[in-house]
């Protein structure tokens, strides 16, 4: 049995450039990890959970930290912390929900170090960041000595703790394609105490109204820990779409994801609870974001 | 097996000339290396503060950082700030003077967070208070004597930096 | 004794900051993780994987044979001496010999020349088990066949306890209404946040030192001694700051303490072990589990006729302090309410779990959980108000229990009524919206106790010719601030400043043997001892301080630092001044000894009559709560406390105590539980195992504390117990309140999101087809 040991011994690379963390990763293939923030990553060596003979530390990769807006929509560096993210003002302007997952992760101490690339690659189903990130059709870049390649975020998870990167390929970047007029965002998120506590069941929303129609134009929901990976509850999004934002079809929407859904008993939380709280965060995800970009539609504000 | 890397630390405005293995803790390295124990080992696994520590200005936990990356950062410990203030610094002075203190084993990571918090955020609510604190347990307090104690020294410090 | 009034004090009664704050603040209090010695050892425990095996074979040659490794111990290097708290709980050895009988028991120890090393040593130790059945649930364990965790306890039965007082056939045939419920409480951790850590150094001479993070060095000095075949006389321990005990492991020695000293005489150098948390929520200490029938015969008007109570606990592999933790619960049968026939069964069980013992009130939260919740249900069946409830059965001050407990002070009723007030009860209960609730619940404790053979207290004031005083006991502050009131108290009686006083560390060689802080006892015992050594010092000043000023010695007073004639306070010395004319004069150095007994005799757990403590304290709680009906989150919204502490000696140390232990309460109704599958602790990481945090906590503006002062008059000061009393009554507030907020009522701890909203959407259910 695993007690909690001191960290194993590696050797570190501290590239400077994403090239010369391609280098790197290609070099020692298959026998080094990535190392972002580090937060979960330290644990999991601590735990003997992995033991890596190389670490290549990203930290100093200055152009993997940055949030820009670009032609189509937003980049965000796969560097870029949780702090950052929650106090970006162009983040907060396109997508506010993004800053709120943010801020409700774990602590301020957590936030300054953890990182986007990390909440991803690391392919936790409780992870927070890929279910938003899912909702808005976001694309990961993967970097490495053969080039590049975008993926859609929904086809990068695997399964548990396993991402479709190459073992040379690096997650660089992060794109969320620019938001449809009259729509709107949330994630919500389930733990047992009130904050700094791993998520039981996340539910993300994004809903885009049809003005014209006063209709539900689309929606997109996206699990967190109700699978083996992040996922889409598609048949829940399909059945929303062109239907008018009422009680009964939130009721819909949410008895489909649950079916969807493919949440895992465990001594954490029985499979009913989960099952439970997917119902009721995604009615309350859905109600919130519907009703924002429901008032942006009627107020004209895109 | 690369074992050790020189590594300079900039640790309370004093710079340390490090020769150290990359798989050792921040924490570690500041307990062990710089004698710097006002900095707690407790659960280890970024779950209780007692670690924590500023790096450039920011509360991180130590204990999940490892010491090679600290590099080039300006390293705050509970020891640094009473020295750079010369006597307690108000946030100390408050964790004091409200019963914040019990056993003392939260007590430094806290007054950290609270100097990162409060130097971002000078006039916060209690709300605000509270989710900056979030990320340390005390099991002694319940915490209401701490949030007293960093209203009280936000108060203290706006009335210091009051224009007379 | 001269007896001031109270509220003349120049020291006492003052929210002044804890004496150490400062040093805590800064970082310079070092606890034993912060000590190293030169030439240092890091230690390290080997534990079972396996619940319930024999041990066939240890092989420690490979991993003595890794570099950086000094040695390697086992069982087999000790004398094979079990050790414990009482004659009938000595079952503990250092490090297991033939057997293990839980995950984590401790095998084998090794020190290296670092921490990484010894760990890696670990995984060269071969232990060879053959694995034996195992029984986790306290009830199995109770069966024929069931298999056996000791061969001195059959049937598993760790402690027994039965007692009737009153006859309570007769209680309940008198009667109105009978009501009997069944309650569960889990396993929780003390959860502080300093692990275990000690150094051990063994030097040539054969004197053993244990510097560590220990509550009652007394009782580590003695169980070392057992353990180790050794007579107390070369056995020193040493404490550093504690960071956090409520009990547990910090009371007693530990596999690691024994292990840390052996493995020094082995390498001839000091050996500093400290637990990884993994560790500390893993081994033992954790509070009891308990299955808790509670049977209670009322009169139709609310008046408690008979109670019977009965208890089955989860007692673990070893027995820690079994006896007692099993007659605690039914002598609370007694306390807060007058309850005239009492019947008491209660079986402390070993399972192969973690082993369980005291943790901030020891049983008595569990069994406060369990009374309280009824007397709600009792209210309510009968159409009683729950405050009158409590009222009508409360204790009196002059009465005394069934069961021999003599009340003395007991400001029960004003803990109610000042506990309603503070909260707006009367305003809330019953009109607050959907899904929002209030509820009450109140405990009682003791201020100290008679609990093993030497339980006196004692105190040494020395007073130097600077005019300051060093003050040495063998209580140790663990945070909650004895350091503070015990000096605040021997400030008080000398008319010296309080930070005058050094108050000293505990060092078994120096200090007088007191058994440290547990039970609540060290403001009332300690505290007691002080006062008299205090007084008896200032007398020997006094005969000096009359003779020089030409006055009687009664008519000599202390304070701010002056000495001076009662009505003629011209006539006067500095405190300092008169010390060195005893000293440098009069060749009489001054110190002044005190000891404190309640002159209680030791009570027959078994049989439970007698009366423990010198003085008891109540306390009522309320708690407001707002419930997620869609998700079975509880939301507290405010908590008021009020608590009879005789006089808060210090009200900012009183206040963060009553505070805490009610926010421990919170923690264990809501939030903790340590979960064990076949034995195996699921959660042994602060990630998991969730204590309350900040964002937890209601509203300063909804948080209120009360004292009831009612002046013991044989407290020091007039004080009492403050520490755990608190947070007796807090989990069946809690209960009250999501019971008041949801009308669902639960039995079985913790109140879990899961659990409240599958009740929740089972009586909606039933609710709809009693309307069809």
Redesign the interface.
Known sequence: ?G??????????L?PHTVDEACSALAERRGDARL?AG??DL??QM?RREITP?A?I?L?GVASMSCIRAQAGGLAIGAMTTF?AIESSPLIREKHDFLCETAAAI?????R??ATIGGNLSGALPCADFPAPLMTLGAIVKLRSVRGERALALEDFFMEFAKTAAAPDEILTEIEIPSRPGFSAGAYLK?H???????TTTGVAAFVTWDREKRLIGDARIALSVSGPVPLRVKNAEAALRGQTFTEKALEEAALLACQEAQPRAS????R??RE??IN?LTK?ALRQAGEKARAAAEKGNA | ???L?PVSLKVNGELYELSI?????LL?VLREDLSLTGTKRSC????C?AC?VL?DG????S????A??AEGKEILTIEGLARSAGALDPIQKAFVETGAVQCGFCTPGLVL?AK??LDENPAPSEEEVR??T???LCRCTGYFQIFEAVLAAARERAGKSAPA | MTVQACGDYAIIGKPVPKKDACIKVTGEAKYADDLFFAGMLHGKLL?S?HPHAKISSIDTSRAEKLSGVRAVITGKDFPGIKYGNTPQTRDYLPLAIDKVRY?GDEVAAVAAID??IA?EALDLIRVEYEPLPAVFDAEEAMKPGAPQLHDHAPNNISAETAFEFGDVIEGFAEAGYLQEDLFETQAVKQGMLEPHACIGQWDETGKITLWASKQSPYVVWKQLSMGLGIETSRIRVIQTYVGGGFSGGKQEAMPMDFSAVVLSKRCGRPVKFVH????VL?IGHMRHPMKIWLRTGVKKDGTLLAQHLKIVADGGAYSSIGQLSMYLPGAMLNLPYRVPHVKYEAYRIFTNNGFCGALRGHTIPQVCFARDSQLDLIAEKLGLDPIDIRLKNGLRPGETTPNGFRIGTFGFTECVEKAIEASGWKEKRGKLPRYRGIGMGCGSLVSGARVMGHSASTAQVNVHEDGTVALVTGSTDVGQGADTVLSMIAAEVLGVGLDDIRFALVDTDTTPADPGTFSSRVTFWTGNAVKIAAEDARRQLAEIAAEKLKAQINDIVFRDRQVYVKNDPQRRLRFEELVRLAQHRQGKVIMGKGSYTSGEALIDFRTGYGNMSPAYTPSACVVEVEVDP??G?V?VTGIWGAHDCGFPLNPMLVKGQVLGATVMGIGQAL?ENL?R?DG?V??P?F??Y?M?????MPRLANVGHINVVTNDPSGPFGAKEAGEGAAAGVIAAVANAVYNATGVRFKSLPF???KI??AL?ESRREAECGKA
Request: hydrophobic share 35%; with cysteine.
């Open positions: 049995m007690y909690l040991r001191r960290l194993p011994r590696f050797d570190y501290a190392f580090g937060t330290v644990l601590k003979r670490i530390g930290k702090r774990g602590s301020p101490e957590i300054a170090v389930f047992d105490r009130h904050a700094m506590d791993m001594w954490r939380a029985r009913e609870f439970e709280l009721v309350r | 097996m690369k074992h890397s293995p990359p798989w050792r803790t570690e280890q696994e970024g779950q503060g924590t790096l920011r509360a991180i936990y204990c999940l950082f490892l090679v990356e967070a990162s918090f989710r900056a979030v990320g340390h | 534990r994987p995950i921490e990484e760990e990884n948390m993994d560790e893993t869609e998700t989150q939301t939030y979960i599958i195996k699921m959660n990481s990630r998991d969730k309350p945090l900040t964002e937890d879990s999101p899961d909203l599958f959407k």
